[in-house]
C-alpha cells in the first residue's frame, strides 16, 4: 500500500482529483497508523471508522465519475470534540455533558464536509476545554507526541498531537484562551486562531440543559494543518457569514499576493510587563526577528502603552466568566469558582475573576472592551504584524492541575506558563497564529506569535508564506 501518511491535505485532494490515489486507500493507511499510535498518545477520542469507509467509497464512486464535493474531495480529517457531529457525543471530557449528544452538524463541521472533508473522528480536550494538559472525567490523557511525558497543549491538544503523529492531514479546532495556539506550538505545527466574529459558532460546544442561551464571545472556530497552504486552505472554507447567523459580517478580505518581504514592518516583543519569558524564548524571537532583517523586512521593538497587555487580560478574565457560568445556578457559582482556584488558577491574583452580576456592570465590561480593541488598533498603525511569544518556554511535562511549572531552573505560576501570552488577544479579539521554527534543544518543538490588525488574515497567511522558504517550519516527530 503506497503511504500517504504526513502528505498535506492539498497533496491528497490532488491524487484523488488526479486519479492517482483512492479516497480508500487514503483513508485505510491513516486508520492503519491511528490504530498503530493513538493508543500511546490518546489523541483522538471518537473514531468513526465504519460511516468514514463508507464515505470514502461514496467519493471513490463520485471521482470515477467525475464528480467532486469540493477542494478537499474525499480527504481524512478529524475535528476537535467541543465541536457538533450529528449523532456523536460532545462531552467536553467532563461528566456534565457525559450523555451530550448533537442533534446537528455544527456549521463549521458541515462546511468540512460540503467542500469533501471526511469527518473520521473527533480529538481530545481538556476538561471543560478549561487546561493546557489534555486529562478529564471520559478520556484518556492526551500526550505530546515528541515526548510522551510531555503535555500536547490545550484544551485542541488531541488535535495538535493527531495532526504531529501524522493521523491526519488537517484539523479542526478551537481557540477561547490559546486553545489553538499553544497546542500547535506545543506539537510544532500551525494554528490560526482568527479575528472574532468572522467564522460561525452555531455548534461550538455542548449546550447546557434547559439553557436559555448560550453565549460564545471571545470563542473562535480555527484551522490547524502541518502546512500553510492546507492552513490557508482551511480557513477560506470556514471563514464568512451565514444566513443563519447575521453577526458575521460580510469581509471585503484583502489580496496581498504581488507583495514581498521588504514590504512588510514587523513589530516585536520577547516578553510582556509582569510575564517574563526563558532565555530560549527570547533567543527565537530575537533569531526570527535577525532573519526578516537578513531578508529586508523593516522590524521595531514595540513595547504596549498605558498597560494595555494587562487591560486586555482583565476583560478576558471577566468576560470568561461570563461564558463559563452562565446558565449555572448561582448557589453552583462560588463552587465552581472554588474549584478553578485550587486548580487551574492556583497561584493568582485572582480579583480580577470574578462574575459580573448586573447588567451595568457588563455594558460596563463591554465597553471597557471596545476601547481596548480601539487601542491595539492604534498600536498596529506603526506596523503590519506583531511578533510575540506564545509562552514562558516550549510545552512543559505532565503534572497535577495548578502545580508551578519549573524550566531553566525557574518556576513559573501553573497558568501564566502560557494564558498572559495569548488570552489577550481573545480579550481583544485579533487574529493570530502560531508560526513553528522547528525544534529546540529539549527535542520539543519551538515558535513564535504572528497577531495582526483585525481582518488581516490574507496579508497574514501572505507574509507567513514567505517566510517559510527560509524556517524549519513541521518537523516530523521521531520514532512516528
Known sequence: MNNYLFKSASELASLIRNREATSSAILQSHLEHIHKHNPRIGAIVVLLEEQ????????????????????????????KEQFWVKGTKSTLNSNRFKDWEAPEDALVVKRLKDAGAIIIGKTNVAKDLLDYQISGDIYLDGKNPYNPEYSPGGSSGGASAALASGMVPIELGGDMGGSIRIPSNFCGTYGLKPTEN???GHGLSPKPKNARGYLFEMAVPGPMARTLDDLELLWTILQGPDKSNRSIPPIAWSKPEKKMLKDYKVGWV???????????????IRNFVSLLNGKGVETMHSPLRNDLHQRSLDVFSKL???????????????????????????????????????????????GRRARIIEEWETHFDDFDFLVC???????????????????????????????PFNACFNGSGHPAMNIPLGLGKEGLPLGIQLVGRYWSEPDMLHFTKLVSKFIKGFVKPNGI
Open 320 to 366: 470568561s466568566f461570563q461564558m463559563i457560568l452562565q446558565d449555572v445556578p448561582w448557589f453552583v457559582r462560588p463552587l465552581m469558582m472554588w474549584s478553578l482556584r485550587r486548580g487551574f488558577l492556583k497561584g493568582m491574583k485572582t480579583d480580577f475573576w470574578k462574575f459580573v452580576d448586573t447588567f451595568t456592570d457588563y455594558s460596563e465590561l463591554k
Open 198 to 200: 468572522t467564522i460561525p
Open 389 to 419: 511569544p506564545i509562552g514562558f518556554g516550549p510545552a512543559y511535562k505532565r503534572c497535577k492541575i495548578g502545580t508551578p511549572i519549573h524550566y531553566n531552573d525557574k518556576a513559573v505560576t501553573y497558568i501564566n506558563y502560557v494564558w
Open 52 to 79: 468514514a469507509v463508507k464515505e470514502a467509497e461514496a467519493c471513490d464512486r463520485e471521482a470515477e465519475a467525475g464528480k467532486f464535493r469540493g477542494p478537499l474531495h474525499g480527504v481524512p480529517m478529524t475535528v
Open 270 to 284: 520577547d516578553s510582556w510587563p509582569g510575564y517574563e519569558t526563558s532565555q530560549q524564548t527570547k533567543d527565537t
